[in-house]
């Protein structure tokens, strides 16, 4: 599907978004500091128009008759904004704020936490209280976060995928020759982790172990540069974005689920 609209001031980044439950898409376009929202046929309906470059989006809650709120991030600012969206896509920034220390990319809610990659760290923000906590990674450059099924906590560096505990125990470290420099990371309905690998122009598919599966994508299935990931809920339908393009690529896993 084509991101790209007629006031944009150069070529579409989108690192990061989310699938609502009524089937639209919200999509961060970083460089052109946006937030676009497309309907289930793919077609771009709606824009909202940033003072800054948002990184990622996630839901927050959803209200019968004023629509669904979403939280977003943005690197250069230590809070994340509120914006609202209705039915039609139609999106208003709120005077909401949350909190969140400065730095913050990729985000990911479990429950009544959102998990945010800062860099060299991940904070996690109880929405009940809006307190933060956070988990040290190292100087590692974090900028993706997913918050498993297992209930562990996954995390993309510039050069592996980590997984730890609640405690903040390692489970695994994902490294490979042919997984370089990851970024979006995501999971299926199974459990299963994918990783973006941009320079190595690619995507991995991991066990809920970190045990490796098998590439899933490449560039012999026309994809450059990919960038962030992100499933539908309770759907094998996908979506991939790669960096310095208009174009988000839409998949649709084959399973035997």
Known sequence: MSGKSWSDTGHCWFTGGIFLQGGLI???????????????????????????????????ESDDLEGDTMLVTFPNDSNAKVVRIDSGGKMVLQDDEYEIGSGGHGLHRNGDRIYIACSIEIRMLTLKTKSI??????????RYVLSTKASSICYSTKASVTCHDKKGQEIF???????????????????????CGIDSNNVH????????????????DDIYNPYAILFQQNSTRFIVTQMDSDIVKVYELITMW
């Not at 470290?173 to 990783?195: M, Q, T």
């Not at 598919?205 to 012999?220: E, M, N, R, W």
């Open 26 to 60: 919200v999509m961060a376009d970083y460089r052109n500091r946006k937030l676009k929202c497309f309907n289930t046929t793919y077609t771009m309906t709606n824009e909202l128009v940033l003072d800054g470059n948002p990184w990622d989006v996630c839901f927050l």
């Open 133 to 142: 906590s956070t988990m040290p990674v190292g100087n590692r450059g974090a």
């Open 173 to 195: 470290r994902y490294k490979d020759p042919e997984l370089r420099s990851p970024r979006g990371i995501a999971e299926d309905a199974e459990g299963n982790i994918y990783v």
């Open 205 to 220: 598919q991991l066990l809920p172990d970190g045990t490796f599966v098998k590439i899933a994508l490449s560039g012999k």
